[in-house]
């Protein structure tokens, strides 16, 4: 257990539908970071959030959101979605802000829309 | 544009012997270089991070080097176990900016 709790753990939806992928940070953390892992793409940096504020966007799409919250959880909201959206969302977490930190992972979100 | 590079194709290597991954990048001068550890289906693990004054890093049975004019860095596994079978990844950040972007990875695996 990393200590990065991510919720649901997979998640099937249709096309059209909007979703909410949860994220608890390891404690201590204030930063969460999420990154989007598909076959042909690999990881890929979407946001990042800082003791609640964003501090650095990804190629991130227009119909994604996020947000952090005053006990640190963070959410991705994922609207009108569309099967190229279909991959594995990471959450993770880390001391402070910057590249200077390792990342602390949690263990993901499968998502599938059909 | 940025790319960072990691060979695409698995690196097979008997059990004891010494695995050594590699990491390109190009157009990017990055002030930090982590590696992690990925098992399928899993979130990756943080190894180590080295900084762009820093040649080389340890840790137990890993070392890491960091070439900022050949643009490179090394991942080596000594004495390397079964169990490090996994794919490796290597990730870049710039100072002052908060993106560590991510290679796609080395898959590695290591024979009894």
């Known amino acids: 257990d990393s200590g990065v709790t991510q919720t649901p753990k997979h998640l099937i939806t249709a096309t059209g539908q909007r979703v909410t992928l949860r994220c608890s940070p390891r404690?201590?953390?204030?930063?969460v970071y999420w990154y989007q892992q598909s076959l042909d793409q690999g990881l890929q940096f979407l946001i990042q959030?800082?003791?609640?504020?964003?501090?650095a966007k990804g190629n991130i799409l227009e119909r994604f959101s996020a947000q952090q919250f005053p006990d640190l959880h963070s959410e991705l909201n994922l609207s009108s979605l569309e099967l190229g959206d279909s991959a594995l969302y990471f959450c993770?977490?880390?001391?402070?802000?910057?590249?200077?930190?390792?990342?602390?992972f949690g263990s993901g979100t499968r998502l599938t829309v059909v | 544009s940025q790319k960072i590079e990691q060979n695409s194709e698995a690196l097979n290597i008997q059990e004891g012997k010494t695995a050594t991954l590699t990491c390109n990048y190009t157009?990017?001068?990055?002030?930090?270089l982590q590696w992690y550890r990925q098992d399928p289906g899993r979130g990756p693990v943080f190894l180590l991070l080295?900084?762009?004054?820093?040649k080389e890093k340890r840790k137990e049975r890993l070392k890491v080097t960091f070439d900022t004019t050949l643009k490179q860095s090394l991942f080596h596994i000594t004495a390397s176990q079964p169990a490090d079978s996994a794919t490796y990844l290597c990730?870049?950040?710039?100072?002052?900016?908060?993106?560590?972007?991510f290679g796609a990875g080395t898959r590695l695996a290591v024979h009894p």
């Open positions: 080295i900084r762009e004054n820093e």
């Open positions: 404690s201590g953390d204030l930063s």
């Open positions: 990730a870049l950040g710039q100072g002052g900016y908060n993106k560590l972007i």
């Open positions: 993770a977490s880390s001391e402070g802000t910057g590249v200077s930190y390792g990342y602390t």
């Open positions: 959030y800082y003791n609640g504020e964003e501090r």
């Open positions: 157009n990017y001068s990055p002030a930090y």
